[in-house]
Nanobody, 124 residues
Framework: QLQLVESGGGLVQPGGSLRLSCAASGFTLAYYGIGWFRQAPGKEREGVSC????????NYADSVKGRFTISRDNAKNTVYLQMNSLKPEDTAVYYC?????????????????WGKGTLVTVSS
């Protein structure tokens, strides 16, 4: 059964850090580009970052550039999102998704499989 499972979310103070993980089972993650998305209450789901299948291409939303870093370990079938200097506006449910291609893309319609999300709350 195909699964993407996010973990690592939680409550953190402004300025703090979290590392999210996206673990795949039932398929080989190494063939696919992976995107991280987030959805805050009352807002649309937005792309945060993406990484190509080999890790050679990455991209970030302007709102997280310089603070978030995406990486992957294909041997572990896992993609990571390191989040530093967190702000209250980063509060959201974070989802990872597998792209139907090997490329880095943050286009929601390009994703063929989604995880169920992990909640990140940035608050003092």
């Amino acid at each position: 059964q195909l699964q993407l499972v996010e973990s690592g979310g939680g409550l953190v103070q402004p300025g703090g850090s979290l590392r999210l993980s996206c673990a795949a089972s039932g398929f080989t993650l190494a063939y696919y580009g992976i995107g991280w998305f987030r959805q805050a209450p009352g807002k649309e789901r937005e792309g945060v970052s993406c990484i190509s299948n080999g890790g050679g291409s990455t991209n970030y939303a302007d709102s997280v550039k310089g603070r978030f870093t995406i990486s992957r370990d294909n041997a572990k079938n896992t993609v990571y999102l390191q989040m530093n200097s967190l702000k209250p506006e980063d509060t959201a449910v974070y989802y990872c998704a597998a792209s139907a291609t090997s490329m880095c893309t943050m286009t929601r319609d390009a994703m063929f499989w989604w995880g169920k999300g992990t909640l990140v709350t940035v608050s003092s």
